[in-house]
């Protein structure tokens, strides 16, 4: 069983290379829209796939690191990379372009290690998964990613690379967050009383 949990962030980015002018050389913003979709093939003690209310946690917090934030790329100038960064309090710097195709990857990779990280106290699946990503960059495009994806793809670009937040960015991050994102730690789930037997 597959369900779905949407998220909105407002972020700019500039995508080098691609054909569009304005997209390429301009600073530009998209109020993205972003669906994670969640898979079990096991129903937690509440008969769900997981709690839409354990999504508004490190998740969102998460996916909220790119709401009203310049996102960048490494290989960018030295000189466009120090103006951002001089000039706004958030900002990402990603070691690749920030599409939205790497965006939909990019945030798969992260979901899945948030999932993988946490611990789950009402009966959720072991093997839960984040069965696909997409990013809406508009209303009429955007991009899906899976796993399939992440190993072809993403993994190949992003391997022994690093991701850098700003200040600003981590600053908005609880305890849990930063335990996954930067020390292999874990996020605890609340634990459920149970009122009925299912």
């Known amino acids: 069983m597959v369900i779905r949990k949407?998220?909105?962030?407002?972020?700019?980015?500039?995508?080098?290379?691609?054909?569009?002018?304005?997209c390429s050389h301009s600073i530009h913003g998209h109020s993205a829209v972003i669906e994670v979709f969640l898979e079990s093939h096991k129903l937690d003690n509440a008969q769900m796939v997981y709690d839409f209310g354990l999504m508004k946690g490190t998740v969102k917090q998460f996916i909220d690191s790119m709401d009203h934030c310049t996102l960048i790329c490494a290989s960018d100038s030295p000189e466009y990379k120090r103006a951002i960064k001089e000039n706004s309090d958030r900002w990402i710097e990603f070691p690749f372009n920030p599409s939205a195709e790497m965006l939909s990857m990019y945030i798969l990779n992260n979901v899945q290690r948030i999932i993988d990280r946490t611990q789950k106290n009402n009966g959720e699946a072991v093997g839960l998964k984040v069965n696909a990503v997409r990013y809406h960059e508009t209303t009429t495009g955007w991009a899906m990613a899976d796993h399939q994806d992440l190993a072809e793809l993403y993994l190949p670009i992003t391997k022994d690379k690093q991701v850098f937040y700003s200040p600003a960015v981590i600053k908005d991050w609880g305890k849990d967050l930063k335990e996954v994102m930067f020390k292999e730690g874990m996020a605890i789930n609340p634990v459920v009383k149970q009122q009925i037997k299912l």
């Open 6 to 22: 949407e998220f909105r962030v407002e972020s700019a980015h500039i995508v080098r290379n691609c054909t569009s002018e304005r």
